[in-house]
């Protein structure tokens, strides 16, 4: 008897879940800018999964000395740099460490500061005060200056900036996750959990954390791009992933001294990380307006 | 009130010491020999050695942060490894640049801001919101130091129009300022409109117009003055944020601000000042950020009656 009630109760849940993603996707869809996003990132998705496909890396790193910096044309797309490096190749191959860095913090962070926002909220009372004021503290240290100070400790690599971009990043995803937590906490069902005698950190991941994941998916989508931006502007001072690999803001930061002579230089690896955040900006907008259709005004 | 202020200014205290200790740990991950640095590639190891004991370099981590701390708060931040001059004098040698450009880009940012988002919101779905929420879209999603270096390249370059570097004039910051403001424009921009719209839905609204006001009585005297709740926080806010932000666009206009100079100090392991700076900027930032919540007590009368009260 009790094992048909769970089985319909799981089939109940089920097709309450399908729809709330199918209901979701069909808002999302309605969202042109949205669907703009969505198509651009998954343009520039597969660029990075097909680049060694589309041009070989050793064109992105071969210097020829005979090809320097050469306007675009139709054999280098995007011209050439100081190095006489094709800066088509550079930016194709540069897709790859823009998103590693991009949604590697943004999932690392949002774990750890997840996890630590949601036992800050479900737990509240000393442990939540005394955690809060420390990130809090943190937080007053300007974050870029801080990912530059762990990048300085830690030595210039594509991992060390992406954690560097992680650490710096853990308390704002606390504070987004804790408070969107606490707006789950207060509800019955909470306290039904509770009262049923599950352990705390079982009701945190099965009833609090998805009630709250909404706001989440929404913000570290946005972080994303905010994230890129964040790399991209470290590897421009001089910090980040080093040259001759290519990286969006590096190759900005070789283009510095040769911007007012060959601005095409400058140009195409911005657009390039702009776009990539602009879809990624695109996309959390639409999502944010799908899963909470009230906040459209 | 004053207890307010009081408290808010002793909690700064607890804040330092943890800022410190974050600051000081992170540039403690390497090994530094501060002696090397203060004499030179030429000393001799033991002179070094000597050096580094002096400095208490060869105690461990806590017993020098202790130090430091007890330092601090008599005042003295000490003295750069490298340049040998005083850690508050060289962060203030470089903090009317950094001021300038924030002060000047939040100034921008809040009046491009607030205006298109106010156009944006009262003419919604029009052409007006449209392009409004398009140029936000587009500000936040390139980076403020390419957008910088665009620009450099339209109006110092090919129009010849304003100076591409240095801090002699006002018009070396027209640049450095528009560039910075972008981002607050974009933020600004959407927070007008977003608290805009919600207002303009209000009762109280809805109540003017049926007096028969005019509408633009009804939208600026109505609902505007309670939608700029926010907009005000944020704008002290991004001032706040952008004090210790400035790094990209500075580098890219060759303007000596705190930023470079913490980069430079990073970079040749100069702890002292980079330690100094960053808690100067973040004490900076608190004080922005208590000053917001004062004034916020000013405009918003429902939080100045909470005050009085208490």
Known sequence: ?297 | MGKFVLKRLLALIPTILIIVFVVYFILDLTPSSPGQLILGQMATEEAVEAKNIELGYDKPFLVRYVKYIIQLFQGDLGTSWVTGKGVLESVFARFPVTVTLSAGATVIGIVIGVLLGILAAVKQYSIFDAAGTTLAMILASFPAFWIGMMLVILFAQELGWLPSYGADSIAHYILPWFTTACAFIASQLRMTRTSLLESIRMDYVRTARAKGQKESVVIYRHALRNALMPVVTMAGMNFGTLLGGTVTVETVFTLNGVGTLILTSIRSKDVPVVIGAIVILAICYTLVMLVVDILYGFIDPQVKARYIKN
């Open chain 1, 1 to 297: 008897m009790s094992k048909d009630k769970e089985i319909v109760k799981a089939e109940q849940s089920k097709v309450k879940k399908k729809s709330r993603a199918q209901e979701t996707w069909r808002r999302f869809k309605k969202n042109k800018l949205a669907v703009f996003g969505m198509i651009l990132f998954f343009i520039i998705l597969l660029v990075t999964i097909l680049a060694d496909v589309i041009v070989s890396y050793d064109v992105s790193v071969t210097q020829v000395a005979s090809e320097r910096l050469q306007g675009p044309s139709a054999s280098h797309w995007f011209g050439t740099d100081n190095y006489g490096r094709d800066l088509f190749a550079r930016i194709v191959h540069g897709a790859r460490n823009s998103l590693l860095v991009g949604f590697g913090s943004v999932i690392i962070g949002v774990t750890i500061g997840g996890l630590l926002g949601a036992v800050c909220g479900y737990l509240g009372g000393r442990f939540d005060a005394i955690v809060m004021r420390i990130l809090d503290s943190i937080m007053c240290i300007p974050s870029a200056m801080l990912a530059l100070a762990i990048v300085a400790a830690l030595g210039t690599s594509l991992w060390n900036v992406l954690m560097a971009m992680t650490i710096s990043s853990v308390p704002r995803y606390c504070r987004i996750i804790r408070s969107s937590v606490l707006g789950v906490t207060g509800q019955t069902y909470i306290e039904a959990a509770h009262s049923c005698g599950t352990p705390d950190f079982q009701i945190i991941l099965k009833h609090v954390l998805p009630n709250a994941i909404g706001p989440i998916i929404v913000e570290s989508t946005m972080a994303v791009g905010s994230a890129i931006i964040s790399a991209a502007g470290i590897s421009f001072v001089g910090m980040g992933i080093q040259p001759p690999a290519p990286e969006w803001g590096a190759m900005l930061n070789e283009a510095k001294t040769y911007m007012t002579m060959y601005p095409y230089m400058v140009l195409f690896p911005g657009l390039a990380i702009g776009f990539t955040a602009l879809s990624m900006n695109l996309m959390g907008d639409g999502l944010r307006d799908a899963l909470d259709p009230k906040l459209k005004n």
